[in-house]
């Protein structure tokens, strides 16, 4: 991850001016001070005192720390390399992140991996939005509202994740799932509970 920039006063004040559809005269007008100097700050090439700053943030209507927001566009798009996932472990049981940081997001998807036995005393799971499960090897077993469904390599189940649900390895070998929760919003109360094996 590159580190952010720090803020552009200048640039934030140009932008902030520009937004008002204030002419660099009519600020410097406004907050008492010169053309010439609005100008050089907003270029770079003048390093405003707290005083100035707080008369041109008065005069745009913008609290101070408005000068030192960035602008950065939201994260629209997230490329997450096998090294770089996070990993949760816990006893029998390993849950790897394959992707997240958008805003406001509401879908998260994992990889999971069970060893055998694992899950078979889990009390039952409910949350918010959907669940859908893809089954790569192994056999796991998910218990849907007390009705049983037994995944083999290639099944997939996709069901509201409100219902009662839980699952196990009832098999020898380890299994591994794909698992993707739509969870409304609710992403960290879904997958504390999808870590209780």
């Excluded at 552009?8 to 559809?21: H, S, W």
Aim: glycine residues 8%; hydrophobic residues 40%.
């Amino acid at each position: 991850m590159n580190a952010r920039k720090p803020p552009d006063v200048g640039a934030r004040l140009r932008i902030l001016r520009k937004r008002r559809g204030l002419s660099l005269r009519a600020l410097a007008e406004m907050c008492n001070v010169s053309p010439n100097t609005v100008s050089l700050i907003e270029r770079g090439l003048s390093s405003p005192c707290v005083d100035t700053l707080q008369c041109l943030a008065t005069g745009l209507g913008v609290p101070i720390t408005a000068f030192f927001e960035t602008e950065e566009p939201p994260v629209r798009l997230i490329l997450t390399r096998p090294h770089e996932r996070i990993r949760t472990r816990c006893p029998g049981m390993t849950m790897e992140h394959l992707g997240s940081g958008l805003p406001n997001q509401s879908l998260v998807s994992f990889l999971i991996t069970l060893e055998p036995g694992v899950g078979a005393d889990a009390k039952p799971i409910v949350h918010l939005g959907e669940e859908w499960v893809y089954c790569l090897e192994g056999v796991i077993v998910y218990e849907v509202e007390g009705e049983q469904f037994r995944l083999e390599p290639g099944d997939s189940l996709l069901f509201e994740a409100s219902l009662p649900h839980r699952w196990r390895n009832p098999g020898p070998l380890q299994a591994s799932v794909i698992l993707v929760l739509q969870t409304g919003g609710a992403n960290d109360v879904a997958v504390e509970q999808h870590l209780r094996p």
